[in-house]
């Protein structure tokens, strides 16, 4: 079975930057796309950012300039660079991976989300 754990998530005051990390673990044949998505309360959950296998990238209008996502295939692993942060960023922040297991087919994996606070 393959897990996403996620990490990084925390409190940070606006202009400030984090960097969340999400590893895949378990029986991995192949990952497609990763990404990060985030959801705030009362609210659908939204593409923040998005990478493929051979590293194009696409991002939400509203962190266009400010984040940054890339991936490291030998560690399975997605990371996302948030600077100059704003107190609107601040949402429970979702891994998602697109995954080859032990199945025939890929599977849409979501990790358990990390919280990030932005102060104003």
């Known amino acids: 079975q393959v897990q996403l754990v996620e990490s990084g998530g925390g409190l940070v005051q606006a202009g400030g930057s984090l960097r969340l990390s999400c590893a895949a673990s378990g029986r991995i044949l192949s990952i497609n796309a990763m990404g990060w998505y985030r959801q705030t309360p009362g609210k659908l959950r939204e593409l923040v950012a998005a990478?493929?296998?051979?590293?194009?990238?696409r991002y939400a209008d509203s962190v266009k300039d400010r984040f940054s996502i890339s991936r490291d295939n030998a560690k399975n692993t997605v990371y996302l660079q948030m600077n100059s942060l704003k107190p609107e960023d601040t949402a429970v922040y979702y891994c998602?991976?697109?995954?080859?297991?032990?199945?025939?087919?890929?599977?849409?994996?979501w990790g358990q989300g990390t919280q990030v606070t932005v102060s104003s």
């Open positions: 998602n991976a697109n995954v080859l297991g032990g199945g025939i087919s890929y599977q849409n994996i």
């Open positions: 990478i493929t296998s051979t590293g194009s990238a």
